[in-house]
């Protein structure tokens, strides 16, 4: 998940860094610090806003074709397979770009690194959990109690995913990052099926620290996946989509770990010397307020079925097209907003809860 907050524009000319480690090697290597993970910096990095609002995207379309089914009727076979296409991908890219960025995040104290992820991840959480149990009841579907487990197993689980990563990464952040990858990959195998959620949850823990540990060695990552081969084995992501499309959709199964994780690899080396071109503008967008597109889009898409059905609508086709568009508008106007009090409540509690002692007001009334 990215911050929500615009960038800073700063008074170098220097390109934009394609990693955090060349932002961290200063001016020399093109251009200033971009701050700590899911805190405010001064730098975005285009290609992972660009992949991340892709991913962003790929999810409201997913759940807005799941959507169109329970309440309106089967969709066109084309939308079903570009479900399945992408779902190799579709999450597990999200990782990666999270992981990406706890290495500079661990650079901050303990309780600032905690505190960080509560406001901004913990308390949406709690936010729009409530929004979306709210709405269940309204519509007569809320079957659970707050103290219920069932009350916060929602569309929500990625955060609380990335949330435990963080934590874990905190805790024993002494730990190799391959470590934390075999490990987990492991011990998804060992994980009976009906366990789903759980099995989830290590089957995408080994991405997340893949991201930390290609941040830790881009160089050597770029040097050895150069571009020319990247492009040339982009054949293995092309194939694992193909196969899940056509064949059987690769949803979180555990032998598609391993290929999933290469066909991110060359999609991340791809996307990072690709230009930032004007026209995918809109894309990076919703990649620096992916955080705001992701809580918000559930509820909305939710009770435009809800209206969907009421109203009658027939058409699968024209029902899932409607209802893409207008979660994606809504999100958008979410993230226009978003940054304002007391709209941006929704989305990360303030950096301060209350206001700072001033040393100078103290003393001079004393």
């Known amino acids: ?18 990693t ?9 290597r093109g251009g200033a610090d971009i701050g700590r993970a899911l805190d405010r910096h001064d730098r975005r990095i285009g ?3 660009l992949l991340r609002g892709l991913s962003i995207l790929l999810v409201v379309l997913h759940h807005s074709t799941q959507i169109v089914e329970y309440r309106i009727g089967e969709v066109p076979g084309f939308f079903e397979f570009l479900s399945s296409f992408f779902a190799p991908f579709r999450m597990p890219m999200l990782m990666v770009l999270s992981g990406l960025l706890v290495a500079g995040s661990l650079h901050a104290p303990a309780g600032k690194y905690v505190w960080g992820k509560v406001r901004r991840i913990v308390w949406p959480i709690i ?11 309204v519509v007569g579907q809320n079957e659970y109690m707050p103290w219920e487990f069932g009350f916060w197993n929602t569309y929500l689980w990625f955060m609380q ?32 099926p ?11 823990m080994p991405f997340f620290f893949l991201g930390a540990f290609v941040e830790k060695h881009w160089d050597r990552y770029a040097k050895w996946l150069s571009v020319p081969l990247a492009a040339a084995l982009s054949i293995i992501p092309i194939g694992v989509a193909l196969y899940s499309g056509f064949i059987e959709p690769l949803w979180y199964a555990p032998l598609s770990a391993l290929p999933a994780m290469l066909g991110i690899l060359i999609l991340v080396r791809l ?23 992701y809580v918000s889009h559930y509820p909305v898409f939710a009770a435009l079925g809800w209206l969907a059905l009421k109203a009658g609508i027939s058409n699968p086709g024209v029902g899932l097209v409607v209802i893409f568009v207008v979660t994606v508008a809504v999100s958008t106007a979410f993230a226009l907003i978003g940054r304002r009090m007391p709209v941006s409540l929704l989305f990360e509690l303030p950096r301060r809860l209350w206001p ?8 001079a009334s004393r």
Do not use: C, K, N
Request: without cysteine; charged residues 15%.
């Open 1 to 18: 998940m990215s911050e929500h907050t615009d960038s800073v524009p700063t008074p170098s000319a220097s390109p934009t860094p394609t």
């Open 20 to 28: 955090r480690a060349d932002a961290r090697r200063g001016p020399a």
């Open 47 to 49: 290609w992972m806003d």
């Open 127 to 137: 936010v729009w959990t409530l929004i979306y149990a709210g709405s269940q009841a």
């Open 161 to 192: 995913f990335i949330f435990a990563y963080y934590i874990i990464a905190l805790l024993i952040r002494w730990i190799p990052a391959w470590v934390l990858i075999a490990v987990p990959f492991v011990v998804m195998f060992l994980i009976p």
């Open 194 to 204: 009906e366990l789903e959620l759980l099995q989830r949850f290590f089957y995408l």
């Open 271 to 293: 996307t990072a010397i690709a230009p930032d071109a004007r026209w995918l503008a809109p894309v990076r967008f919703v990649g620096r307020y992916s955080l705001i597109y």
């Open 356 to 363: 700072a002692r001033h040393d100078g007001a103290a003393t």
